[in-house]
């Protein structure tokens, strides 16, 4: 399976059609078909059901697309940090979870880019799960994630701040006027919960019973659609502070009571060799924290 067919195969799946994907590619039908055919016959699976018009991806072919999504990002990834030359280049891809102490991740960009100011930051957000599934196919160098976490597998930076748990509800609702949000305030209200299994189970040591007393109406995995839904009045997200601006929003952020506060860790694996540009990216980022 030679990555220049992969190419061809994902030209098809984003195009739907052999002759656009053909086009874009610039070469010609009967050749990206045979491509396609071989790679077919290669993996003893049909990827595609053809239509007249498009094609749809079958459940192999869904998952070869997911696959080779990754690998190429891995290819293209290793080549452009494999240098032949003195100058530090290539790209830094960081999975990051959604809070404020993202703001020294930044400050490490930052430095950065005084002293290698070819390497190029790719921050992807995603949840915390999305960032250990990539980080074991070696697609994330770095994850930026929240406590609970089991690093286990991972060397490990804590980064400096916390951020705290809470509601965010409508400027106008019943629980606008209260400064802490307590457990007895959200019986029989309508919540918006995170999907994270973790802070589910946080979420719930707080409130101080398994049976949730309060009526789920949605889940998130990143907090701004979320916010949206809170804004036309579907209910309120527990979320964490600091994520999102609420000042153009009819939106307003009410801690927990007692309060439920969270630290931030970057991770990396334990196993894999971070390339020179990650290194020192690394390297700037144990310098602001006194560590190097």
Known sequence: MELRVLRYFLAVVNEQNISRAAAKLHISQPTISRQI?????????????????????????EYLANQARQILTLADKTKTNIGKNAQISGSIFIGCSEAPMLSTIADAINQLKQVAPNVIVNLHSCDASEVQRKMQNGVFDFGFVLDPFNKTNYNFL??????????LTRNDSVLATKAKIQVADLIGKPVILPQRHTSQTLLTNWLGQSDLKFQTVAKYNLLNNAAILAQHGVGDVLCLDGIINLAQTNLIFIPLEPELSIHASLIWSKTSVLSRAAQIFLKQLKKLLNQE
């Open 158 to 167: 804590t980064l400096p701040g916390v951020t705290k748990w809470g509601l």
């Open 37 to 61: 055919h071989e790679l077919e016959q290669e993996l003893g699976v049909r990827l595609f059901e053809r239509g007249t018009r498009t094609i749809r991806l079958t459940a192999d072919g």
